[in-house]
């Protein structure tokens, strides 16, 4: 067990609909990063909050957007679903401080969109 | 950007033999090598990682070597058992500005008993 959690496991939604993913970080960590695993794509870097801002983007879709509250917990938004946003969707938390690289990844949230 | 690439994709080895994934870095500026395993359905779990002060780290029977000059990073499993069966990923990032994972596209590790 990483310590960090999220939910829900699963999520069967269809097209055009709106979901929210949520993740809690384990204790102590500033920094939560989201990223996407679907088969054709492998493990993609969508963004990353550190103490409730936001610090990165990868490829995240315009569809998409996310938010870290007060008690550092993060929540990705995914909205206008398609059939090709069917994936995995992991966050992970770090400290993000000097010395401290180390990213833990939650057990993940499986989207399917029909 | 980043970009890893990983080789094998696949690789089937008998119990008790050694294994070796390679992967290989673009960004120069990249300075920190995790490795993760990932077992069939579940969350990529960090098992070792290497930063570029180092040439090479060892847990076990698990070590990572890494060659800046050449850019590229090594996963070594000795004497390989039945559990260690998963899909491996190398990743790089940066431990300044930038700290978000590049990943390799994943190798999968058959150990057959």
């Known amino acids: 067990d990483s310590g960090v959690t999220q939910t829900p496991k699963h999520l069967i939604t269809a097209t055009g609909q709106r979901v929210t993913l949520r993740c809690s970080p384990r204790s102590g960590d500033l920094s939560v990063y989201w990223y996407q695993q679907s088969l054709d794509q492998g493990l993609q870097f969508l963004i990353q909050y550190y103490n409730g801002e936001e610090r990165a983007k990868g490829n995240i879709l315009e569809r998409f957007s996310a938010q870290q509250f007060p008690d550092l917990h993060s929540e990705l938004n995914l909205s206008s679903l398609e059939l090709g946003d069917s994936a995995l969707y992991f966050c992970a938390s770090s400290v993000d401080g000097t010395g401290r690289y180390e990213q833990f990844f939650g057990p993940g949230t499986r989207l399917t969109v029909l | ?113």
């Open chain 2, 1 to 113: 950007g980043e970009n890893v690439e990983q080789h094998p994709s696949t690789l089937s080895v008998q119990e008790g033999d050694s294994a070796v994934i390679k992967c290989t870095y673009s960004d120069s500026a990249s300075n920190y090598f995790p490795w993760y395993k990932q077992e069939l359905g579940k969350r990529p779990q960090l098992i070792i990682d290497i930063r570029s002060n180092v040439g090479e780290k060892k847990d076990q029977r698990i070590a990572v070597t890494l060659n800046k000059t050449a850019k590229h990073f090594s996963l070594h499993i000795t004497e390989t058992q039945p559990e260690d069966s998963a899909v491996y990923f190398c990743a790089a990032s940066r431990r300044t500005g930038r700290r978000a994972l590049t990943f390799g596209s994943g190798t999968r590790l058959q150990v057959q008993p």
